[in-house]
């Protein structure tokens, strides 16, 4: 029983126009699903992803408005976005320069090139040159060449008061296997990967012991979700977190995809989520993210819940 990767991050943000604005203007992703938090219908939930809405190229935010994110331990810290080539990456680095956002350079790190950089609310996300591995699928309607586009997520960085704890886990419940250290940005930095590894399967682990948590808003990320291709398999991992008393939230039907959610020892919120059945299941895949869509289990409440919403364009 293995995952397979990253299936999506979720982040938040306060300023949902502003983040429309930069993910599908500036990075030019697609929104593929323009939806509602399922837990709070009076938060967007906003899904950016390839062009044909592939599980694991998924970056999505719950629209709250909170205070900005307190940066920390037991957190997500980085979120990597994989591109092809330092060619991509030179394109990448001018572009975001010319926006006057923040930026680093293009630098390797863990035998990669990779260009760090953040959003308008500080959302902290590095672009990592993937080798052009995999299957990608660009958007024909993306402001971004189709070579340059975003092909996805990973890795995702952590940053953990107890690296040990968070590595059992890893490995003794979700069965992901150390794979390499290396040193960057001064810390010692530890990968554990899934699946058939490579950066869309990875999790990179910074222990940090005298640092205070981090303390989540705006700019931050909520939680992290990964790969299970389907739903025997996802059952397996429901028994499974029961059998070794994980505490966890129980089976949920998210309508796109089925969902199971606990902690890491240190308190990050993990998501297990199934590929399918995908964002075309209530809208044609031409057309994904120009409406609000409902679940049809909130689609009766759509006119209270349309009635709360800001319009985003």
Known sequence: MQLTGIHHLTAISA???????????????R???????QDDVSAYHLFYADGKANP????????FPAAPEQRGNNSISRTGLRVSGEKTLGYWRDRLKRAGGVTGDVIEVDGRLTLPFEDGEGQRLVLVDDGGLGEASPWENSAVPPEHQIRGL???VLTVQELS???????????MRPVRDYAAHGAQIHVFAMGEGGPAAELHVIEQKDVPPARQGAGGVHHVAFRTPDEAQYHAWARRLTELRVANSGE?????FRSLYFREPNGILFEIATDGPGFATDEPMDSLGEKLALPPFLEPRRREIEAGLKPIG
Not at 31 to 37: E, G, I, Q, S, Y
Not at 56 to 63: A, I, P, R, S, Y
Not at 252 to 256: K, T
């Open 15 to 29: 300023r949902p126009r502003d983040n429309l604005a930069f993910y599908t203007g500036l990075l030019g992703m």
């Open 31 to 37: 929104l593929v699903k323009k939806t509602v938090n």
């Open 56 to 63: 694991g190229t998924d970056l999505t935010f719950f629209d």
């Open 154 to 156: 990973g890795p995702i």
């Open 165 to 175: 704890r968070t590595a059992f886990v890893l490995t003794e419940v979700m069965n």
């Open 252 to 256: 949920i039907d998210r309508f796109y």
